[in-house]
C-alpha cells in the first residue's frame, strides 16, 4: 500500500537554536485516520507546518502520495489540505468569497468552483451563513470554515491541528462524524489533538511525539492492548458509604452510587463481579473509563 | 481532485481578490486622494497659482497636475501593497497562500497588480478631478504617459511589498512611507521645476530618485522635463527588474513569511 504522507529523519532547528524537531521518521498509509500526538512544544506543529510549506526544514525529506515536496511542490500540494490550529483567512470577507477564493488559489475557477463549495457548506452547516462577514461567526462557525476551505479542492491527504479546540461537545461530535464520513470516502486523515478522547475514537494509528523525537508510531488498539491495567466505571444500585475492600481490585467511590475499579490485564472481571455481589453491592450499569489513552500518553511522554 | 493547477486562475483570483480589497474600503481607499487633491488644485492652483505665474511656460496649475497624479500613484500604489501583504501577514491568512500550490512569482504579481489597479485607478480620478479645475488640459504623448504611469505604479508596489515582507509592526508599514518617500516625492519636482533651484539644490536634486519618476511623467503630458527621459526609462527598467529579483529571493527564501 502507498503511503499518504512518508517523513524521513527531518529536522528543524529554528533561529536561536532551539531544535524543534530531532529527526523523526514515520509514515501514514493511504486511507488511515492516524493521530499525532504530543505534548505542548513536542515538535507536532512544526511536524505539519514543514509538510505545509509554513516552515522551512532544516533537513530530512517529507513525501507525499511518494513525491517529493522538494521537487515536486506544487503536485505534492495539490493533494494536501491543512486546517491550522490559529485562524487564518481574511475576517472582513464573507463566508462564500473566502472558500471560493481559496479554491482560485488552487487553480479552481469559480464556475467550477460554486457548486462544490455549496455542498461543503451545506454539510458544515455554514450554508446560511454563506454571505455574512467570517468576523461575525461563533468561535465553532470559524472552525467549520477552516475545514471547509482545507476541503475545497479535494485533497486526498487533510492534516487537521487540533481543530475542535475551543469548541463545545455538540459541535466536536458532529465534527466526528464529519471527518470519520471523509474518512471513509478515501480520504487519509492526520489529526493532532489534545482530547485524547477524540484520538482514540477516530483514530486507527497513532504516532506519539516528545521532545522532538517519535516515541511511539502503532495501531492505536495495540497501544491501548498494551496498557496493563483498565478502568471501570460501575453504577450501583443503592449507594456506598465507602469503597469496598476486595483483594486485587483496588476500588474508589467516585461518589456514593459510583464505584472506579482498576483491573488488571490478568484479571478476571467475573471474579470482581462475584466479590461484589458476595458483599450485597449489585451493579445496574457498567462502562469503560474514557481516559485509557491518557493513561498511556502520560506514561509515554515522562519517560 | 482537481489534478492539474491552472496558474492562471490562481493569479486572477489573487488580483481580483486585492482589487476587491481596496474596492470594498473605498471610502478609505479612492475618496482622500480625490478630496486632497480638489485641496491642492483649490489653494496652490487657483488661489496662489495665478500669483506664482507660469513654471516651465505652463500655467501654474497646469505643471502642477501630473506632479500631482505622479503624488497619488506613488502613494497608492506603495500603501495598497505595503498594508495590504502585511496584513495577510498580521491576520496569518498568507497561510492560504502558502499552503496552496501557487508559486512565489504568482503570488508577488498578484499584490503587484493589486497595487497597479489602485495606483492607476488613484491616478485616473486624480486626473478627473484636474479636468475640473483645469478643463482644457491636453496630454502631449499619451503612449508615454501611460507607460509612465503602469510603470511607477509597478515599482511602488514592488518597493510597497518589500517593505511589507520586512514589517514586524504597524509602525513599520507608515515609517518608510510618511519619513522616506513623502519627502522624496515633495522634493522630487511636483511643485516646482528644478530648474528654479540654485546650482546646489539642483545638483542635490538630481541624486532624488522621485525626480525621474515625476519628471518622465510630466514629459508625457506636457512635453517638458528637467531630466533625459531615456535615462529616466532606463532607471525605471533596471529599478523594477532589481526589486523584482529581491522580492523574489525574498519569497524564496521564506524571508518574513515562514519560519
Not at chain 1, 537554536?17 to 499525532?36: C, M, P, R, T
Not at chain 1, 497513532?206 to 496493563?228: A, E, H, P, R, W
Not at chain 2, 530618485?209 to 518622465?216: D, F, G, I, K, S
Given at each position: 500500500m502507498?503511503f499518504?504522507l512518508?517523513i524521513?529523519?527531518?529536522k528543524?532547528?529554528?533561529p536561536g537554536?532551539?531544535e524543534?524537531l530531532?529527526?523523526i521518521s514515520?509514515?501514514v498509509n493511504?486511507?488511515d485516520?492516524?493521530?499525532?500526538l504530543g505534548p ?7 511536524t505539519i ?7 522551512t ?8 502520495f511518494?513525491?517529493d515536496?522538494?521537487g515536486?511542490?506544487?503536485q505534492a500540494?495539490?493533494?494536501l489540505g491543512?486546517?491550522?490550529?490559529e485562524i487564518?483567512?481574511?475576517?472582513f470577507?464573507k463566508v ?7 479554491a482560485g488559489?488552487?487553480?479552481?475557477s469559480?464556475?467550477?468552483?460554486l457548486?462544490?463549495?455549496e455542498s ?7 450554508w446560511?451563513k454563506?454571505?455574512?462577514q ?10 467549520r470554515?477552516m475545514?471547509a ?7 486526498k491527504?487533510?492534516?487537521?491541528d ?5 469548541v463545545?461537545i455538540?459541535?466536536?461530535r458532529?465534527m466526528?462524524?464529519?471527518?470519520k464520513?471523509i474518512?471513509?470516502?478515501?480520504t487519509?486523515?492526520?489529526l493532532?489533538?489534545h482530547?485524547?478522547e477524540e ?19 502503532t495501531?492505536m488498539k495495540?497501544l491501548?492492548g498494551?496498557?496493563?491495567?483498565q478502568?471501570?466505571v460501575f ?5 456506598l458509604?465507602e469503597a469496598p475492600?476486595i483483594?486485587?481490585f483496588p476500588?474508589?467511590?467516585e ?13 478476571s472481571?467475573?471474579?470482581l ?10 451493579v445496574?450499569?457498567m462502562r469503560?473509563?474514557a481516559n ?5 500518553f502520560i506514561?509515554m511522554v515522562?519517560? | 481532485?482537481?489534478k492539474n ?6 493569479l486572477?483570483?489573487?488580483t481580483?481578490k486585492?482589487i476587491?480589497?481596496?474596492l470594498?474600503i ?5 475618496v482622500?486622494p480625490a478630496?486632497t487633491m480638489s485641496?491642492?488644485?483649490?489653494i496652490f492652483g487657483s488661489?496662489i497659482?495665478?500669483?506664482?505665474g ?7 496649475i497646469q505643471?502642477?497636475?501630473p506632479g500631482l497624479?505622479?503624488?497619488s500613484?506613488?502613494t ?9 501583504f502585511?496584513s495577510?501577514k498580521?491576520q496569518?491568512s498568507i ?5 496552496s500550490p ?9 499584490f503587484?497588480l493589486g497595487?497597479?489597479s489602485?495606483?492607476i485607478?488613484?491616478?485616473?480620478i486624480?486626473f478627473?478631478?484636474s479636468l475640473?479645475?483645469y478643463p482644457?488640459?491636453?496630454v ?5 504617459t501611460?507607460?509612465?504611469l ?7 508596489s514592488?518597493?510597497?511589498f ?7 509592526s504597524?509602525d ?6 510618511t519619513?522616506i518617500l513623502?519627502p522624496l516625492?515633495y ?13 546646489m539644490w ?10 525621474y519618476?515625476v519628471n518622465t511623467?510630466r ?5 517638458v522635463?528637467d531630466?533625459?527621459?531615456?535615462f529616466?526609462?532606463?532607471?525605471i ?10 522580492c523574489?529571493?525574498?519569497?524564496n527564501k521564506?524571508t518574513?513569511i515562514?519560519?
Amino acid at each position: 500500500m502507498a503511503f499518504a504522507l512518508e517523513i524521513t529523519d527531518l529536522k528543524k532547528t529554528y533561529p536561536g537554536g532551539v531544535e524543534a524537531l530531532k529527526g523523526i521518521s514515520f509514515a501514514v498509509n493511504e486511507g488511515d485516520f492516524y493521530a499525532l500526538l504530543g505534548p505542548n512544544g513536542a515538535g507536532k506543529s512544526s511536524t505539519i507546518g514543514i509538510i505545509g510549506s509554513l516552515v522551512t526544514k532544516s533537513s530530512g525529506k517529507v513525501k507525499i502520495f511518494d513525491i517529493d515536496t522538494d521537487g515536486n511542490n506544487e503536485q505534492a500540494k495539490m493533494m494536501l489540505g491543512v486546517v491550522s490550529q490559529e485562524i487564518n483567512f481574511s475576517q472582513f470577507e464573507k463566508v462564500i468569497d473566502i472558500v471560493v477564493t481559496q479554491a482560485g488559489f488552487y487553480g479552481i475557477s469559480k464556475s467550477e468552483a460554486l457548486p462544490r463549495v455549496e455542498s461543503i457548506l451545506k454539510r458544515l452547516g455554514l450554508w446560511d451563513k454563506k454571505d455574512v462577514q467570517a468576523r461575525t461567526l461563533s468561535g465553532g462557525y470559524k472552525r467549520r470554515l477552516m475545514i471547509a476551505k482545507a476541503l475545497v479542492h479535494e485533497p486526498k491527504l487533510l492534516i487537521l491541528d487540533e481543530p475542535t479546540a475551543g469548541v463545545d461537545i455538540e459541535l466536536r461530535r458532529e465534527m466526528w462524524t464529519f471527518l470519520k464520513e471523509i474518512n471513509e470516502n478515501g480520504t487519509t486523515i492526520i489529526l493532532t489533538t489534545h482530547y485524547l478522547e477524540e484520538a482514540e475514537q477516530l483514530c486507527r494509528n497513532i504516532g506519539i511525539i516528545d521532545g522532538g523525537k517519535i516515541v511511539t508510531n502503532t495501531g492505536m488498539k495495540d497501544l491501548l492492548g498494551s496498557l496493563n491495567v483498565q478502568g471501570f466505571v460501575f453504577d450501583l444500585d443503592s449507594p456506598l458509604s465507602e469503597a469496598p475492600e476486595i483483594e486485587g481490585f483496588p476500588l474508589k467511590l467516585e461518589d456514593p452510587l459510583t464505584l472506579v475499579a482498576a483491573v488488571n490485564k490478568d484479571r478476571s472481571i467475573n471474579a470482581l463481579f462475584e466479590k461484589l455481589s458476595e458483599k450485597g453491592i449489585k451493579v445496574k450499569s457498567m462502562r469503560n473509563e474514557a481516559n485509557r489513552l491518557e493513561e498511556l500518553f502520560i506514561e509515554m511522554v515522562k519517560k | 481532485m482537481k489534478k492539474n493547477f491552472s496558474v492562471s486562475t490562481a493569479l486572477w483570483t489573487l488580483t481580483i481578490k486585492e482589487i476587491r480589497r481596496f474596492l470594498r474600503i473605498w471610502i478609505q481607499t479612492l475618496v482622500p486622494p480625490a478630496v486632497t487633491m480638489s485641496l491642492y488644485f483649490v489653494i496652490f492652483g487657483s488661489l496662489i497659482g495665478p500669483r506664482i505665474g507660469s513654471m516651465d511656460g505652463f500655467d501654474y496649475i497646469q505643471f502642477m497636475i501630473p506632479g500631482l497624479i505622479m503624488l497619488s500613484v506613488i502613494t497608492n500604489s506603495y500603501n495598497n501593497v505595503v498594508s495590504s501583504f502585511y496584513s495577510v501577514k498580521f491576520q496569518k491568512s498568507i497561510e492560504e497562500l502558502l499552503i496552496s500550490p501557487m508559486p512565489n512569482w504568482v503570488i508577488l504579481l498578484g499584490f503587484v497588480l493589486g497595487g497597479v489597479s489602485r495606483g492607476i485607478l488613484i491616478g485616473c480620478i486624480v486626473f478627473c478631478v484636474s479636468l475640473i479645475f483645469y478643463p482644457d488640459f491636453t496630454v502631449a504623448n499619451p503612449p508615454l504617459t501611460i507607460l509612465v504611469l503602469v510603470l511607477t505604479a509597478v515599482l511602488f508596489s514592488l518597493m510597497g511589498f518589500i517593505n511589507a515582507v520586512f514589517a514586524d509592526s504597524f509602525d513599520d508599514i507608515s515609517i518608510i512611507p510618511t519619513f522616506i518617500l513623502t519627502p522624496l516625492i515633495y522634493l522630487g519636482g511636483v511643485f516646482y521645476s528644478i530648474n528654479i533651484l540654485p546650482d546646489m539644490w539642483r545638483n542635490i536634486s538630481m541624486a532624488n530618485p522621485m525626480l525621474y519618476v515625476v519628471n518622465t511623467f510630466r514629459a508625457g503630458m506636457l512635453g517638458v522635463s528637467d531630466v533625459s527621459i531615456y535615462f529616466a526609462l532606463g532607471m525605471i527598467f533596471s529599478f523594477i527588474g532589481i526589486l523584482t529579483g529581491s522580492c523574489l529571493y525574498l519569497l524564496n527564501k521564506g524571508t518574513g513569511i515562514r519560519q
